[in-house]
């Protein structure tokens, strides 16, 4: 680090890992009195309500008509109270699905028609100029270090390709509560720092994560924001070229109405079968949806936390977000933050879109389905956690109706477990109790208790069909580029990939059910979900740990297939995907979670994407810096500032001046951590003594921790105390 020291003794007096402070009010929002009366911004195609008309009153007739087919399925004989909770829930379930058939088949027509260019964002014409200066913001939490910086450099430099660097600053935005992993990230900075001799790169870490990440962002802003007229909010697995962030920069000053713009991000690096399954979902599936719903969403389109610009001065007039009343986990601060602030940016009239045609847009997946349903989790609270907000005053009805699908995409699992359990009661009541073919009243005919089974398989096949054929849309759009067909392996390989998929995600749609189902009643009964590590890795599970977290799924799909075939065998085929997933489950979790068997897939040309085929430039880039970074170093934090200096030094330089607690308050860590110092004789028996949450807070404050690097070390002292004894 010889640059990083001569860096450290400039005329400037140091170093210094943020640029000076231009703070911005960002004021907490009502949700009960908006500001004034926003207007329209403008900035969407004029026939935006009647694409909208078009998309509801499709919806609500393909509704009605498999309403009405229910209905008369199960009206014969009349219908008993089980009966009419079945119809009620197949209406609004099928109603969603409808909504989002409706939206993929209208994307496949988008797609064929040809591709427009919204905000004026045409990829194949050169970069345009731009003007103002502009942030990437990326906030980490725990994250390994060496890849989030790899990724940095990557964008970092693809920007510098476009020519346009010196409009852009990039700021690590440290969450990081693991102290090991916070100095890491401050060794990984400074490397980097000094191997780009960036001066449009910066690092700050929080000691208090507060709000979490929407806290951290919010933080950006209140110290930062002045400075900036827009900021690429990014993930810290997230990758986005130069070219689309210089274009997205452009689109933005060149419409000043627009607050907010969305890229569609594609999923890359997917190496285990379940990460391979969600990749080609994404890639084959998601452009067809996103075109749909952008096609009538117009200027009030969604944010999604990431790979997003966004304008700094309306987010910060506008996007602060309310404390929401009650205890966790309905109450406190807002976990899903994105769809609220783009809810907020619209209703004060700013813009917000979605460009799906732009591409150079990417993330990751989760390696498994242990570790997807652990996200799940954490989403499902922050968006059950809306039902607080649909209410606020002056939103626009689509941004409520954002706020309700996402409270919905978690709702829907249970109602659909209730739908299956009703019919199972249904079955069970048909052939155990005694029909009551003369009920009370005068009547002159027997009822018959039943439904109509023809109308019945009518019904389940259609649905069946709804389900299923927007994933065969995806595959044709596919099919319409040459880079894309040979991307996904050529038009048959491409197909049995597609069937392949359907297949694997049935099996695997049982468990998700059961375990969204488990995470609503976890929310309804007061369960916070906290703020877990997101894994990145395809490292393996144990298979005891297969076990026990399906072992809940295995049982109740036995139960299920033993009740069925008790009653029925057509029952038990009729429930036979359900069952076999549920039965299932422990080795279809372990199985998915391998890599091998991701690498034989894709050995056989299966479940491919186009960047798989032909990576970008960024991605490669990315996974070689990834693949020669540097590891996370062993040993204690404290042990790695003793022994190197220009680390010590910048960590110190580094830290906050913000006061870490309120007047009054007591750091419980810092004053046991100081009472072990006093104690200790030397700075291993200190260290030693310590434990995780007392390393971090003599990480976070300078004067513990000038009091421990001036103890004696261990040996030192030693030596010093055979000296004295030589000398008596």
Sequence with gaps: MDALNARMRDDAGGFHALPPEAPLAMPQQSLRQPRGRARAPGTAPRDVPLRRLFVFAATIGMTAGAAYEMYEVLKVGGLTPLETAVLVLFVLLFAWIALSFVSTLIGLVVTFAGRGRPLGIDPETPLPPIRGRTALLLPTYNEEP?????????????????????????????????????????????????????????????????????????????????????MIVLDADSLMEGDTVVRLVAAMESHPQVGL????????????????????????????????????????????????????????????????????????????HDFVEAALLRRAGWGVHMVTELGG?????????????????????????????????????????????????????????????????????????????????????????????????????????????????????????????????????GLVSVVLEIVISALIAPVMMLMQSWAVTEILLGRDAGWSVQRRDDGGFARGEFTRAYAVPTLLGIVLGAVAYAV?????????????????????????ARASVGRAFRAAGLLLTPEEREPPAILVRANE??????????????????????????????????????????????????????????????????????????????????????????????????RFERRN
């Design 146 to 230: 060496h890849r989030v910086m790899a990724r940095l450099q990557a964008m970092y430099e693809s920007l510098g390709d476009t020519g346009r660097l010196a409009h852009f600053d990039c700021f690590i935005l440290s969450d990081t509560t693991d102290p090991a992993i916070w100095i890491a990230e401050e060794a990984a900075f400074l490397r980097l720092r000094d191997e780009l001799g960036a001066d449009h790169l910066f690092y700050r870490h929080r000691t208090k994560n507060l709000a979490r990440k929407a806290g951290n962002i919010g933080e950006w802003v209140t110290r930062f924001g002045g400075a900036y007229e827009q």
């Design 261 to 336: 713009i969305q890229t569609l991000p594609q999923l890359l690096n997917g190496r285990t079968l379940f990460a391979r399954l969600q990749q080609f979902a994404g890639r084959v599936y998601g452009p067809l949806i996103a075109r749909g719903i952008a096609w009538w969403h117009g200027a009030e389109s969604n944010y999604w936390g990431h790979n997003a610009i966004i304008r700094v001065e309306a987010f910060a007039g506008q996007a602060g977000l309310p404390i929401l009343r009650g205890g966790k986990p309905f109450g406190g601060h807002i976990l899903s």
């Design 361 to 493: 847009s990417y993330e990751e997946s989760p390696p498994t389905l242990t570790d997807y349903a652990v996200r799940d989790r954490r989403w499902c609270q922050g968006n059950l956690q809306h039902a607080a907000v649909v209410p606020a005053r002056g939103l626009h009805w689509v941004s409520r109706l954002h706020l309700m699908t996402g409270i919905g995409s978690y709702i829907t699992a249970p109602m659909w477990l209730v739908f299956l359990l009703i019919g199972i009661l249904i079955t069970l009541q048909a052939e155990f109790i005694p029909p009551d073919y003369f009920p009370r009243g005068a009547t002159l005919f027997p009822q018959w208790p039943m439904q109509d089974p023809v109308r019945a398989a009518y019904v389940f096949g259609g649905t069946m069909v709804m389900l299923v054929l927007p994933k065969f849309f995806g595959w044709l759009a596919m099919l319409v580029r040459r880079r894309d067909r040979r991307g996904i392996g050529g038009v048959v390989r």
């Design 568 to 592: 029925s065998a057509p029952l038990l085929l009729w429930m036979s995907p359900v069952v076999a997933g549920l039965v299932l489950a422990i080795p279809i979790a372990a199985f998915t």
């Design 625 to 722: 810096l990834t693949a020669r970074a540097h590891a996370a170093d062993e040993g204690s934090p404290l042990e790695r500032l003793a022994g190197d200096r220009a680390l010590r030094e910048a960590h110190l330089s580094m830290l906050d001046d913000l006061p870490l607690r309120g007047k009054g308050e007591i750091d419980v860590a810092l004053a046991v951590a100081r009472a072990k110092l006093a104690d200790a004789d030397d700075r291993e028996e200190a260290i030693g003594m310590f434990g995780r949450g007392e390393i971090f807070a003599v990480l976070a404050d300078r004067d513990a921790l000038r009091q421990l690097l001036q103890m004696p070390a261990a040996a030192v002292r030693a030596a010093g105390s055979r």
